[in-house]
């Protein structure tokens, strides 16, 4: 591959809206610094090292705490006999509620095969057939066959996030744990250079220091821990996202936020990651119910219990409405003790540490915040609109999801895609901000003024544009988001709940930026304050995105606006953080996304 020439430390340097932290300590350089461990992330890090590259892995807790090993239920791909490609785009594209980027499901559905292949021989043992050794297949909801290879039952992550660990250390790949990062480093063309990171603890680097690189990668996870109840751990606090729109990248389709339709109900005030009742045992042949026993979702699909993932939520929502009550149930009885020991032996112990039994009881379940369907924009070969910055998994918007997941489509977008990336960066290409997000992943040739946006709309108050003014958030502000965010973001929204979000979420940074200039103070720089400060960014885009886009489409539910809107809204939001702290929200004129040199709109102010 190409091998970057080092940059003198004076080269490189953080946005100007960079969080407030103290100066870099220590340095180190890598040819290629991947921010995440998940499955996306170690894949990128064992193919660029495979190739020669120097790769540095920086996350944010331990190599195998990333959200990958919490996935249960598996990864879907076209394995099974009878089952293909245009199959699994067939599903996907119907999931994705019309925003999905077809060229990338493509990519998605006819590599997926093979990269699973590759995990298996990286090391990764999937559940198989005693007798012939094929891979046993589950269904999950949205998918018309059994697609769905799992592992142990029903920890795949795990399964998957201990091949992937054990090959990124027997590769001897440098490795950074315990380190929140910060703000991408920039070079004076603007190309990405490098990142500022924060490790915890004490060793031979700890505090603030910098890692330089030519490629960076996030492959950081989701955002999940703006509401106050998620699947997500409790390092999902959308970094990746925030320190992309800092350094001035798009990100797109944040609006999108999936809620699981079974998770684990711990009652009205339980708060945090909570336990997920996996897709599969459904997929195997659970009913959901009402507290009398009835199958509320027949005849609202013609999958039922096995609909895509919004429509099985805004099912319990409804029938939660109309009975007054707090949760529904899953009814999986029928399964016996020993097929929830051998089939479901991580949910099977959840439940019990709980207090319930599924063997004889059904298993009280509400909606939870889970899945970010967008994020930041990205090609087909996962580059941002920032030269030299990638970006895969969660964290990305690669056009694949579109306003709603299919199940375990996740792993699989984060394996494949990682595997594009590798193949770029090592391949020595050099992308630039005009090749970068739009052209190749959305077709905009043949998309017709598809690539065009509209005007864009500036949303929150200004606030400093130097990282030395900027104010950091207390700690404490993080509950006060998410109850902001649960409350008028969640499952169901409105105009009215969705402008009260805003107009509080505004507040908080008005209060900020006041004590900041009327005292000199804010909060001390520290993992937690960045965190909430990181929160608080993402938290805004989510409301601006959520408050413009005027229908209810996929995994977003307008109650003011029940009906999709094709003419109006079959089209993409792309969010940018000015200078100043406002944001500019535009909409393409279509499902296609722009190619990244479109002229940006000008600003306007929000009514």
């Not at 809204?569 to 940018?576: F, K, N, Q």
Request: include cysteine; proline fraction near 5%.
């Amino acid at each position: 591959m190409t091998r970057p020439t080092g940059r003198p430390a004076a080269e490189v340097a953080a946005p100007a809206t960079a969080l407030r932290a103290p100066a870099p300590g220590w340095a180190t350089e890598a040819d290629v610094v991947v921010v995440g461990s998940g499955v996306a992330g170690l894949t990128v890090a064992l193919r660029c090292a495979a190739a020669g590259a120097r790769v540095t892995v920086v996350t944010k807790a331990r190599l195998d705490d990333g959200s990958t090993r919490w996935a249960q239920g598996g990864i879907a791909a076209a394995l099974g006999e009878g089952d293909t490609p245009e199959q699994h785009l067939d599903d996907t594209l119907v999931a994705g509620a019309g925003l999905c980027d077809e060229q990338a499901v493509r990519a998605l559905v006819i590599e997926g095969p093979d990269a699973v292949r590759r995990l298996i021989a990286t090391g990764a043992r999937f559940d198989a057939d005693d007798v012939t050794g094929e891979i046993l297949l589950t269904r999950e909801g949205g998918h018309h066959r059994r697609r769905i290879a799992h592992a142990g039952g029903d920890a795949t992550g795990a399964e998957i996030s201990r091949a992937l660990v054990e090959a990124v250390r027997a590769a001897g790949i440098e490795t950074v744990e315990n380190a929140l990062v910060l703000d991408l480093l920039k070079d004076g063309s603007g190309r990405a250079a490098g990142v500022t990171l924060h490790v915890m603890g004490e060793g031979q680097r700890d505090g603030v220091g910098a890692v330089r690189a030519d490629a960076v990668v996030l492959a950081t996870g989701g955002m999940g821990q703006i509401f106050s109840a998620t699947t997500n751990p409790a390092v999902s606090t959308g970094d990746g996202v925030a320190l992309a729109l800092r350094a001035g990248a798009e990100v797109s389709d944040l609006e999108f936020v999936q809620f699981h339709p079974t998770v684990l109900w711990l009652g009205p005030e339980a708060e945090g990651q909570q336990p997920l009742v996996s897709e599969a045992v459904r997929g195997e042949g659970a009913h959901l119910v009402d507290a009398d026993g009835v199958r509320f979702m027949r005849g609202q699909h013609e999958l039922a219990e096995l609909a895509p993932r919004d429509i099985v939520a805004k099912g319990i929502m409804r029938r939660m409405r109309e009975r007054g009550a707090e949760h529904m149930y899953l009814d999986a009885r029928h399964f016996g003790a020993e097929m929830w020991g051998r089939r479901f032996p991580t949910i099977l112990a959840a439940c019990r540490a709980h207090g319930i039994d599924p063997v004889t009881e059904p298993i009280p379940v509400a909606p939870a915040a889970h899945y970010a369907s967008g994020g930041v924009r990205t090609d087909l070969r996962g580059r941002t609109t920032v030269p030299g910055l990638y970006a895969c998994g969660e964290v990305a918007c690669t056009g694949v999801h579109g306003a709603n997941r299919l199940a375990s489509n996740s792993l699989l977008e984060g394996l494949v895609f990682a595997e594009r990336i590798a193949e770029d960066i090592t391949a020595g290409a050099e992308s630039t901000g005009a090749e970068s997000a739009g052209v190749e992943s959305t077709g905009t040739e043949s998309a017709g003024t598809g690539g065009r946006e509209r005007p864009a709309e500036r949303t929150g108050p200004s606030a400093p544009a130097a990282s030395g003014d900027a104010p950091l958030l207390a700690s404490e502000a993080r509950y006060e988001i998410q109850h902001i965010m649960t409350h008028g973001a969640g499952v169901l929204r409105s105009a009215e709940s969705l402008a009260r979000a805003a107009d509080r979420l505004d507040r908080v940074q008005y209060d900020a930026v006041t004590q900041l200039r009327r005292d000199g103070k804010t909060a001390e720089p520290g993992v937690e304050t960045w965190e909430a400060t990181n929160l608080h960014l993402v938290a805004r885009v989510l409301v601006a995105a959520a408050l413009r886009r005027e229908e209810t489409r996929g995994c977003h539910w307008r109650e003011d606006r029940p009906e999709r809107d094709d003419a109006a809204w079959r089209r993409h939001l792309l969010v940018t953080l000015r200078p100043d702290g406002a944001l500019d929200v535009r909409a393409t004129d279509s499902e296609a996304f722009p190619p990244s040199t479109t002229p940006r709109a000008e600003t306007e102010s929000r009514p």
